[in-house]
């Protein structure tokens, strides 16, 4: 059988957009209701013990690439802490499912980041449940697309950063005191950051934002055995670009600018957010990881 180590042709791993990428749902979307489903990794991805023991939270984990993060590092070896918002209670259950599948424990705490006292409640969860807190897996993030700043109003620039980046401030904060060394911090930025779209003001800004806070926060932690690290994903297939991400007519050519000519997968995302996980990176912080298919990054 394949897994994520079975050599092949990136370019031809997985398919092209098609036509049929052409769909939309309201926002969150859902991972169950995609076509085609994105890959998660559940069926190729082989855990060798880089976590063993690791407690993790991981938000956005119900679907897209938090959901290929909590399949592998459970793989791992790492119990989770699963963040999502209520009403996408249908795939976190596939989630915590295949978590309990590899051995090990998934506690399901689901709310909403925008609301400090909820990410204080989240991080307190987990070091009861699990007995600590040594991985802080930031995915969680809100995207809408608005071609003009006329029509962004005042709610949603307020929302896109209070999910993006007030939730990472409050949940570093809150984790921050229960982390021994050794313990690592995961941020998710975006190609966003450095080639911002027109049409996605508000939500390139904060990804941006996210690099810089990571950056100096990866300096501040340093001396406490901390390491604040970032995955920067390119186009990749998830429900929030088929829930007002991207206009649905765009998304018959997601990804084909890339150099790769296609979209990514979550299951590509996966093995970035283990590597800096694990103590293999001991040396690496406040370093963005491109996962992009290609594109030149600053
Ligand atoms: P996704 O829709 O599967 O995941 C986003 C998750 O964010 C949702 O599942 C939801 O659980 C969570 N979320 C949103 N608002 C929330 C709120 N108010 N409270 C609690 N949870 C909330 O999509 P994805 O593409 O896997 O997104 C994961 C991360 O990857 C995001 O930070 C996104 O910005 C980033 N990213 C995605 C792409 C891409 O092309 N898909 C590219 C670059 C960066
Ligand atoms: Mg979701």
Same mark, same amino acid.
């Given at each position: 059988?394949?897994?994520?180590?079975?050599?092949q042709?990136?370019?031809?791993?997985?398919?092209?957009?098609?036509?049929?990428?052409?769909?939309?749902q309201p926002?969150?979307?859902?991972?169950?209701?995609?076509?085609?489903?994105?890959?998660?990794?559940?069926?190729?991805?082989?855990?060798?013990?880089?976590?063993?023991?690791?407690k993790?939270?991981?938000?956005g984990?119900?679907?897209?690439?938090?959901?290929?993060?909590?399949?592998?590092?459970?793989?791992?070896? +790492?119990?989770? &802490?699963?963040?999502? $918002?209520?009403? %996408?209670?249908?795939?976190?259950?596939?989630?915590?499912?295949? #978590? =309990? *599948?590899?051995?090990?424990? +998934?506690?399901? &705490?689901?709310?909403? $980041?925008?609301? %400090?006292?909820?990410?204080?409640?989240?991080?307190?969860?987990? #070091? =009861? *449940?699990?007995?600590?807190?040594?991985?802080?897996?930031?995915?969680?993030?809100?995207?809408?697309?608005?071609?003009?700043?006329?029509?962004?109003?005042?709610?949603?620039?307020?929302?896109?950063?209070?999910?993006?980046?007030?939730?990472?401030?409050?949940?570093?904060?809150?984790?921050?005191?229960?982390?021994?060394?050794?313990?690592?911090?995961?941020?998710?930025?975006?190609?966003?950051?450095?080639?911002?779209?027109?049409?996605?003001l508000?939500?390139?800004?904060?990804?941006?934002?996210?690099?810089t806070?990571?950056?100096?926060?990866?300096?501040?932690?340093?001396?406490?055995?901390?390491?604040?690290?970032?995955?920067?994903?390119?186009?990749?297939?998830?429900?929030?670009?088929?829930?007002?991400?991207?206009?649905?007519?765009?998304?018959?050519?997601?990804?084909?600018?890339?150099?790769?000519?296609?979209?990514?997968?979550p299951?590509?995302?996966?093995?970035?957010?283990?590597?800096?996980?694990?103590?293999?990176?001991?040396?690496?912080?406040?370093?963005t990881?491109?996962?992009?298919?290609?594109?030149?990054?600053?």
């Open positions: 059988m394949s897994d994520q180590y079975t050599i042709d990136p370019a031809k791993q997985y398919e092209k957009a098609t036509p049929e990428f052409e769909q939309q926002s969150p979307g859902l991972e169950k209701k995609m076509h085609p489903r994105p890959d998660d990794g559940a069926g190729t991805y082989r855990g060798s013990g880089r976590l063993t023991g690791r993790a939270v991981i938000t984990a119900d679907s897209g690439i938090g959901r290929a993060v909590a399949i592998a590092f459970a793989r791992e070896g +790492a119990d989770v &802490v699963l963040a999502y $918002l209520p009403e %996408e209670e249908a795939d976190a259950k596939e989630v915590v499912q295949l #978590v =309990e *599948e590899a051995g090990r424990k +998934a506690v399901a &705490v689901p709310g909403d $980041l925008k609301d %400090e006292k909820y990410c204080e409640q989240l991080i307190a969860k987990a #070091v =009861e *449940e699990l007995g600590g807190i040594d991985i802080l897996a930031n995915i969680a993030g809100k995207q809408q697309f608005v071609p003009d700043i006329a029509d962004l109003t005042t709610e949603q620039f307020d929302a896109t950063f209070k999910t993006n980046v007030y939730a990472l401030f409050w949940l570093c904060k809150a984790a921050v005191k229960h982390m021994k060394p050794g313990s690592t911090i995961i941020n998710t930025a975006s190609i966003q950051a450095y080639e911002p779209a027109p049409i996605l508000d939500y390139a800004t904060t990804k941006s934002a996210i690099n806070f990571s950056k100096s926060l990866a300096q501040q932690v340093a001396a406490k055995g901390i390491r604040v690290n970032v995955v920067a994903p390119g186009p990749v297939w998830t429900p929030l670009q088929v829930s007002g991400g991207q206009p649905q007519e765009a998304l018959k050519d997601f990804g084909a600018k890339t150099p790769l000519g296609r979209p990514g997968q299951a590509e995302m996966a093995p970035a957010y283990v590597f800096l996980a694990s103590q293999e990176s001991s040396y690496v912080s406040g370093e990881l491109n996962a992009n298919g290609g594109m030149p990054t600053p």
